[in-house]
């Protein structure tokens, strides 16, 4: 799609969202738009504004995630926060993120679905001191609670076995015991979490892989 599908996303998404501008893009190869959300609950309570800065690839649209740069300074600077010192916000987990890519995103989708519930969760969580659908915990952990919550995987060894059948494209007989796990059929058992983990996209698999091969690693020394 490219830079003349994004220019036609961003049009119709300037002529819905008034508050926001085309500006001057800081990066090369991006197109920006600045303006103002506004944080409004069911009840038509305003919650709070945010002045923020959004970058898009233009090469890479719509396979591409925006960049989003929280301009008020109103959240504090920390990855508690989820968000860096320059205030670049992290949206969502990376393996969530990654997946959206390859898909490829809708701008205005993206900003409804994505960048919007956001600043509407910091909000939510300086009311009630909890993020409206929880939140991932940081670094390693976080990945470990992502594949626990989406899988149903604790097992560290069982995750490596999995992401290196995903990473080599090992093929198993879909109707014989799963060799990864012992269930009575592969195609019944792990095989729909191979297929869903290659959506992440190689370079995240090879990432995950390390850091559970050191965490395991870790974790058996310490338990010897």
């Not at 929280?70 to 949206?91: A, P």
């Not at 093929?171 to 869903?196: A, M, Q, S, T, V």
Request: hydrophobic share 35%; with cysteine.
């Amino acid at each position: 799609m490219g830079k003349k599908g994004l220019s036609n996303d961003i049009k119709n998404f300037l002529d819905k969202y008034f508050a926001f501008e085309k500006v001057e893009s800081p990066k090369t190869g991006y197109s920006a738009l600045e303006g103002k959300i506004s944080i409004i609950d069911r009840i038509d309570r305003l919650w709070g504004h945010f002045k923020i800065l959004i970058l898009i690839n233009e090469a890479e649209y719509p396979h591409t995630v925006p960049i989003v740069i929280e301009k008020t300074q109103i959240i504090k600077r920390d990855w508690d926060f989820h968000i860096s010192k320059k205030g670049e916000c992290c949206l969502d987990i990376p393996h969530k993120l990654m997946k959206r890519k390859r898909r490829g995103i809708v701008f205005e989708e993206f900003y409804r679905d994505v960048v919007y519930p956001f600043f509407a969760n910091y909000h939510y969580k300086e009311y009630t001191e909890d993020y409206a659908n929880g939140e991932y915990k940081h670094h390693f952990e976080g990945i470990a609670q992502f594949y626990q919550e989406e899988f149903g995987l604790s097992d560290f060894k069982n995750i490596i076995s999995l992401l290196e059948t995903a990473i080599n494209g090992i093929k198993y007989h879909p109707n014989k015991e799963c060799p990864l796990c012992g269930g009575p059929k592969y195609k019944k058992c792990c095989r729909k979490k191979i297929y869903d983990l290659k959506g992440y996209g190689l370079q995240q698999l090879k990432f995950d892989l390390a850091l559970f091969r050191k965490y395991n690693l870790n974790t058996e020394q310490v338990s010897n």
